[in-house]
């Protein structure tokens, strides 16, 4: 592609934010700058196409960023995760039963 398809690449990409982009709002940048005659219509598709999945990689990484932070987030609070919990509450319905039935372990 010429250097004026990279700079609208550029631009598309800074300008809306990567990590926001849907389907549709691509498809209708897209359509725009090729109703301009800035990019052929085959142009637009593969633009479309490689818009898509940078968005959906961007968005991939975004999460996986905002897992990391809320993970670190749970440790400094000392908060206990659901899986945590799940295996006290298991140990706990064991305990219960343990007791009832007279059969503790020590």
């Known amino acids: ?7 609208i690449r550029k ?9 926001a982009l849907t389907k549709e709002k691509i498809e209708e940048v897209v359509k725009e700058v090729v109703e301009k005659g800035k990019l052929s219509e085959k142009e637009g598709k593969e633009f479309i196409d490689e818009l898509l999945k940078k968005s959906e990689g961007a968005k991939e990484k975004v999460e996986g960023q905002i897992e990391k932070a809320l993970q670190a987030t749970l440790r400094k609070m000392n908060l206990v995760t659901r899986d945590e919990f799940s295996k006290l509450e298991k140990q706990l319905k064991q305990l219960k039963k ?4 007279g059969t503790t372990k020590k």
């Open 1 to 7: 592609m010429s250097d004026m398809n990279d700079l």
């Open 11 to 19: 631009v598309v990409l800074t300008g809306i934010g990567l990590a």
């Open 98 to 101: 343990d007791v009832k039935e």
